[in-house]
């Protein structure tokens, strides 16, 4: 069943251009110029209840406007959307108590408050008895594991502990559909991984939909069976994990500082990036050799220091791009 579905959506924006220096500034003031920016053009899609989507793309590719579009902040210029079976521009307050947002950019907690008053001032704007709110903080207080802090100031709360109440905060009445963006930026690889952890227990337990946007491989690779790629206000792709993994996501970068030069020139499934004599960057191709013979090949006596990463989202997008405009 579709819970959000989305038919030739299409939104543009006219910016007022401005030239250099005084003259420039009256010109534009007196007799303005406008340019129009086509920041969503035609784009459709499904998504179907329970599933956990990633909507990603690089900045300015149109996430954020379609999002605020899906919400009921913005308003399209063409198309239809339907959340839940709600059209977000005729009934947006219906929409609000019916889904849940987290933008790990932007706080909506009162950072003066802690998070169990947070918590309880959620409940009452969506007019939830205190009561079932009581239940509700203490059920998510067990499952996001937040005892220790939950009567401390959200000022003083790490990066990740805060992430964690936000989240806490965004499911307090119950939402349907969750709209995660950047939910794990700035975070060290550890707080990352318990918060992604905690999501797919959400969409298990709670059967959330959760529709996620991030510029880490790993948020995606981790927690999303399905993508969609933006860029340029268009969808590029729309396809599952397993086979975006296979044709894009196959690739490895391995950055090495060794005490002795290594020749890797005319090895299969290894690409060289970089050589500086004894710092070596390499592109692996995993479906043709594996990391471990890679770092064979490298030879781990030889080895100084040793970094192994994804390929960066913005050049896997690019890839797909370009290959679509073929």
């Excluded at 790990?104 to 009162?110: F, I, S, T």
């Excluded at 905690?198 to 946007?213: D, P, S, V």
Aim: with cysteine.
């Amino acid at each position: 069943m579709a819970i959000i579905e989305v038919n030739k959506l299409s939104k543009t924006f006219k910016v007022k251009l401005k030239e250099k220096g005084l003259k420039g500034s009256l010109k534009s003031i007196i007799k303005p110029k406008y340019k129009e920016i086509k920041a969503v053009k035609n784009i459709s899609f499904q998504v179907e209840k329970g599933e956990i989507i990633a909507f990603i793309g690089p900045n300015g590719a149109g996430k954020s406007t379609t999002i605020k579009m899906l919400t009921g902040i913005l308003y399209p210029d063409k198309g239809n959307i339907k959340v839940l079976d709600i059209d977000p521009r005729q009934e947006r307050k219906k929409l609000a108590y019916e889904i849940g947002t987290v933008f790990g950019q932007k706080e909506q907690l009162w950072t003066h408050l802690t998070p169990y008053d947070n918590f309880k001032f959620f409940g009452a704007i969506y007019d939830i008895p205190e009561s079932r709110v009581e239940k509700k903080i203490k059920e998510f207080t067990e499952l996001f594991e937040i005892e220790e802090f939950i009567n401390t100031p959200v000022r003083n709360l790490s990066l990740g502990q805060r992430i964690r109440c936000e989240i806490i905060a965004s499911l307090i009445h119950e939402p349907k559909v969750l709209f995660l963006d950047e939910p794990t930026i700035g975070l060290d690889p550890v707080v990352k991984e318990n918060i992604r952890t905690l999501i797919k227990r959400m969409n298990k337990e709670y059967k959330t939909t959760i529709f996620l946007t991030s510029h880490d491989v790993g948020d995606i690779e981790k927690l999303c069976k399905r993508v969609i790629i933006i860029n340029n206000g268009t969808v590029v792709l729309d396809d599952s994990m397993e086979n975006l993994k296979y044709h894009y996501l196959n690739k490895k970068i391995v950055e090495a500082k060794m005490k002795e030069k290594v020749n890797l020139d005319d090895e299969e499934g290894i690409t060289i990036l970089k050589d500086k004599g004894y710092n070596l960057k390499i592109e692996v191709d995993t479906k043709k050799r594996s990391i471990a013979d890679a770092i064979k090949l490298l030879n781990p006596d030889n080895i100084v220091d040793i970094n192994i990463s994804n390929i960066p989202l913005e050049d896997i997008i690019s890839n797909i791009y370009k290959k679509d405009r073929k």
